[in-house]
């Protein structure tokens, strides 16, 4: 969810690296959304990593904590699928 900034310094790859730069999901995200999959955040895991809004994806939310959210989504008919 991270943009290829903020993907970099959590994953401390340093400035200039040839490889593995920028976030490798942002494509498969942006594809997502496109086709109306709302991409949320929890609003407590931003938080916790220093992350603003500055540092997401374009269009993606953050709500404001996220077995808050799934609660919600399971009373709308939802289902959560643990691995």
């Known amino acids: 969810m991270l943009n290829d900034d903020a ?3 959590n994953r401390h790859v340093q400035t200039g690296h040839p490889v593995n730069t920028g976030n490798p999901y942002a494509n498969l995200l942006k594809g997502l ?3 109306g999959v709302q991409i949320e955040l929890c609003g407590a895991t931003a938080t916790a990593n220093h992350w603003c809004n ?3 994806l374009p269009g993606v939310k953050v709500n404001t904590n996220a077995m808050v ?3 919600e989504l399971e009373q709308e008919g ?6």
């Not at 939802?78 to 691995?83: G, P």
Request: hydrophobic share 45%; aromatic share 16%; net charge negative.
């Open 7 to 9: 993907y970099n310094a």
């Open 33 to 35: 959304m496109e086709q």
């Open 54 to 56: 500055a540092d997401l």
């Open 69 to 71: 959210r799934v609660t």
């Open 78 to 83: 939802f289902t959560l699928i643990y691995e």
